[in-house]
């Protein structure tokens, strides 16, 4: 029967809501019924796959629209096409059968579905004898969706998809189509407007900006070799280990003789030796997914799947991240969860509605980045980004996220004034549905991927941060302790004589140290937007900065907790970061400064080496204090400890005075070595130390202090 005119016509206009319904083959009374919309071709005939002609189509509209009966069963159709004086073929994605199926349906409907991206977005695959781009995208309140690319002109009557059922997902195979294609999804509102062109949430690669269509690819090349790397994390407890981050923006550590960034294969060549050379345990890069405004530093995210490509191919990404981990390095991603820009080509409003986000401001609005939040309740949001989570972990072997903005997802009222949020059902400030979704987040990631952990930065005392989300706790591995960072960098940039009135800066911290799974940064976050480096915020003149800079790395890496350092502070940056240069390496050809990155590579190698230094972060039985409550003086002495290792003492002395010979009692009678000393000449320190260590009697040794340092000693028997 055929169908009626007006049908055609909005087939023909793009307008159709079930294409397959008209195009494709199709049985009939008298046989299989072929329709072909092959726009500029003025004859065509049927083949199937393998070649046999099938029979020719009459041109039944000059647009393009071909029909007839052709031989055989319904089947997947070639057309020979002529026209303009020219011949081509072109194979019908009409006359495809779904890729997608009943068990895709239930699992996306139930947002269970943890395989999103195998499904979504656009795949490479062999379907009913044929080979091409299987493209997938979830939409539901479009009244059309077509796929749009350099394969079709960006015509978006050529490729309309078919929808699925209830699920609100649109899909269409094209075959003939491979890797390195540029797209994009041109959708119709079920208000019947014509929404902005948009990039597939699900891509695996994209333009380089100001470009901003999605890129098709195909199956993963790289061939692993770090099978070693991950069975060692798989069985060992990352609270008992050493970690040590070297947290890197990749568009700034460096630069190529250009000033443009460097490629994955070359950050491989200068970033990994340099970690190792430095005994970093982790890189932690700052977002490396696409984004489209460099000065976001990539935490305004439109391309979730996708590696940058400021930095080259994304199989380049692959190569680095096995590359660190045959050295011996994790790596580490920051992802953001929390917010996305609201580019008119990204999520914001994707199918005409608030899709991925909320309606209502007050939820779905962030006032200080001008993003949209994510509408963690919604089944199907929380899932595009559970598997997310689960998509880094599996096709890029990281080692880990470091999950930004946490507090901004935990509080409904986060940087809100009254009347501007809205309550929980309850009443309250928390956002449940966020706290709900980061818990699956992290039970999915943990039990997929054993050997990975997640790192919480998230500013406030919401309880649990670190406890099981078995146990009603958000299930995270670790979290950024901010408040160790905060009181401990005001206290140094105090004048050391006013110090003793803030001891408590010091010792505040380690009453709540063991409290959560905490890791101790000094982040990029200290050193921009007019804060200055560390090294400028450092009290006194310039030998007095350096000094104190070194006894307070000294002192953070004798401190509970794990340690990240951000890149260009490991040799006391002078001028604040951008991320539009690289670090100042000039800078190591100076004494003072090649001072201070011996000194972290120093601490780094005996952190890792002692286990009283790392193998009790976690946990009080690791920390004791000995000296807690001498203000006068600025001194703090506590002792780090572990089973069946030998104790270490850490002693801070934040005075510009020397203390010789100054009592510290210690556990153990006998000789405590000095492993460590801040002022050390090769640190462009002083010199002034114990000649290599002390002797306890009755309890107690007399020890010289250095000035503005920290020393540590290790009992030695």
């Excluded at 979290?479 to 110090?499: C, I, Q, S």
Aim: hydrophobic letters at 40%.
């Amino acid at each position: 029967m055929k169908p009626p005119q007006g049908a055609i016509s909005a087939l023909l206009a793009g307008q159709h809501d079930d294409p397959f319904a008209l195009l494709g083959a199709h049985a009939g009374p008298d046989g299989t019924f072929a329709r072909a919309l092959i726009p500029g071709a003025e004859a065509a005939e049927a083949h199937d796959l393998s070649g046999t002609l099938l029979g020719a189509l009459e041109r039944v509209d000059d647009r393009g629209l071909f029909e007839g009966i052709v031989a055989g069963d319904p089947q997947p159709l070639r057309y020979h096409a002529q026209g303009g004086g020219a011949e081509w073929w072109v194979t019908d994605p009409y006359s495809f059968g779904p890729v997608l199926g009943p068990v895709d349906d239930l699992l996306m409907a139930e947002g269970t579905h943890f395989r999103l991206h195998d499904k979504l977005g656009a795949h490479l695959i062999e379907h009913q004898g044929a080979s091409g781009m299987h493209f997938a995208v979830w939409a539901p309140h479009a009244r059309r969706v077509s796929v749009v690319g350099d394969f079709n002109d960006w015509d978006g009557t050529r490729h309309l998809m078919r929808r699925r059922g209830d699920v609100g997902v649109w899909e269409i195979f094209l075959p003939d189509i491979g890797p390195g294609r540029h797209y994009k999804y041109e959708i119709i509102g079920g208000d019947g407007q014509l929404q902005p062109l948009k990039a597939d949430p699900y891509a695996f690669a994209t333009e380089l900006r100001p470009g901003t269509a999605s890129i098709t690819t195909g199956p993963p090349t790289h061939i692993w070799g770090d099978a070693d790397h991950q069975a060692h994390w798989q069985t060992i407890d990352p609270r008992r280990v050493p970690v040590s981050i070297y947290e890197v923006h990749a568009g700034s550590w460096q630069r190529d003789a250009d000033g443009w960034f460097l490629t994955w294969d070359a950050l491989a060549d200068r970033l990994i030796p340099y970690v190792v050379e430095m005994g970093f345990t982790h890189i932690e890069f700052m977002p490396i997914a696409e984004h489209p405004y460099d000065p976001s530093w990539g935490y305004q995210t439109t391309g979730l799947y996708a590696p940058s490509a400021r930095f080259g191919d994304i199989e380049g990404f692959a190569r680095f991240v096995d590359g660190a981990h045959r050295a011996g390095i994790g790596v580490l991603l920051d992802w953001v969860p929390a917010h996305f820009p609201i580019d008119a080509y990204g999520l914001a409003r994707f199918d005409g509605t608030a899709l991925y986000e909320h309606d209502d401001p007050r939820l779905g609005y962030h006032p200080d980045w001008n993003t949209a939040i994510y509408n963690f309740g919604r089944r199907e949001v929380a899932a595009f980004l559970v598997n997310n989570a689960l998509f880094w972990a599996e096709r890029y072997h990281i080692d880990g996220l470091r999950v930004d903005a946490v507090a901004s997802m935990l509080y409904r009222d986060y940087s809100r004034k009254a009347g501007e949020w809205i309550p929980n059902a309850e009443g309250g400030r928390e956002n449940w549905e966020a706290a709900s979704f980061l818990q699956s987040m992290n039970t999915a990631v943990y039990g997929a991927h054993p050997g990975i952990f997640t790192i919480a930065e998230e500013s406030t005392a919401w309880p649990g941060v670190t406890h099981p989300a078995y146990d009603g706790g958000l299930g995270f591995g670790f979290k950024w302790n901010m408040g160790f960072m905060h009181d401990t960098l005001k206290y140094m940039a105090r004048e050391p004589v006013h110090r003793r009135h803030h001891h408590q800066d010091i010792t505040f911290g380690l009453m709540y140290a063991f409290s959560e799974n905490y890791v101790l940064p000094l982040s990029h976050d200290e050193v921009v937007h007019g804060k200055g480096s560390l090294l400028a915020k450092m009290s006194g003149d310039d030998w007095q900065q350096f000094a104190n800079l070194r006894a307070y790395y000294t002192m953070m890496w004798g401190y509970p907790g794990k340690k990240l350092l951000f890149m260009g502070q490991e040799f006391a940056q002078r001028r604040e970061w951008s991320e539009d240069r690289a670090l100042d390496w000039n800078l190591c050809h100076a004494p003072a400064h090649e001072g201070v990155r011996k000194l972290v590579r120093d601490l780094n190698r005996l952190y890792r080496e002692k286990p009283a230094l790392h193998a009790r972060d976690c946990e009080p039985e690791g920390f004791e204090w000995v000296v807690a409550d001498d203000a006068a003086n600025s001194v703090f002495v506590w002792l780090r400890k572990a089973p069946d290792a030998p104790p270490i003492v850490v002693i801070c002395n934040m005075t510009p005075i020397a203390r010789a010979p100054y009592r510290i009692p210690l556990p153990h009678n006998g000789r405590w070595r000095e492993i460590l000393n801040s002022d050390a000449h090769d640190y462009w320190g002083s010199g002034l130390g114990n000649l290599g260590g002390v002797t306890a009697k009755d309890g107690a040794a007399m020890v010289t202090l250095p000035p503005l340092a920290t020393i540590m000693l290790e009992y030695d028997g």
